[in-house]
């Protein structure tokens, strides 16, 4: 298993952009596909992208198509996710996930098996 840690949330205005960083510690990064979820308080936890371990495909829900972008850097163990034209609605605790079996286009629909702390991002109307 990795351990991870994210980072670069805050606070932004509507239509502002943020983004987050995941920093992975472990020997296999690079095999591993990885993932961002979301969570709000009281309300089930949400697939937002997942990426393969190559970097070479990705991976949107729908409510974040076209506005978010999800990278990695495997020399740098670190996976990101670019937010442009943020909406009130993508408040949430968002957290980093990663798996070394399940392949990057089910990681929306299984649970990986390491994540993050989870890092705030609050849009503001």
């Known amino acids: 298993q990795v351990q991870l840690v994210e980072s670069g949330g805050g606070l932004v205005q509507a239509g502002g952009s943020l983004r987050l960083s995941c920093a992975a510690s472990?020997?296999?990064?690079?095999?591993?596909?990885m993932a961002w979820f979301r969570q709000v308080p009281g309300k089930e936890r949400e697939f937002v992208a997942a990426?393969?371990?190559?970097?070479?495909?990705?991976y949107y829900a729908d409510s974040v198509k076209g506005r978010f972008t999800i990278s990695r850097d495997n020399a740098k163990n670190t996976m990101f996710l670019q937010m442009n034209s943020l909406k009130p609605e993508d408040t949430a605790v968002y957290y980093c996930?990663?798996?070394?079996?399940?392949?990057?286009?089910?990681?929306?629909?299984?649970?990986?098996?390491?994540w993050g702390q989870g890092t705030q991002v609050t849009v503001s109307s």
């Open positions: 996930a990663a798996d070394h079996v399940i392949p990057a286009q089910l990681m929306g629909v299984m649970s990986p098996g390491s």
């Open positions: 990426i393969a371990w190559s970097g070479g495909n990705t």
């Open positions: 472990g020997r296999s990064f690079s095999s591993y596909a």
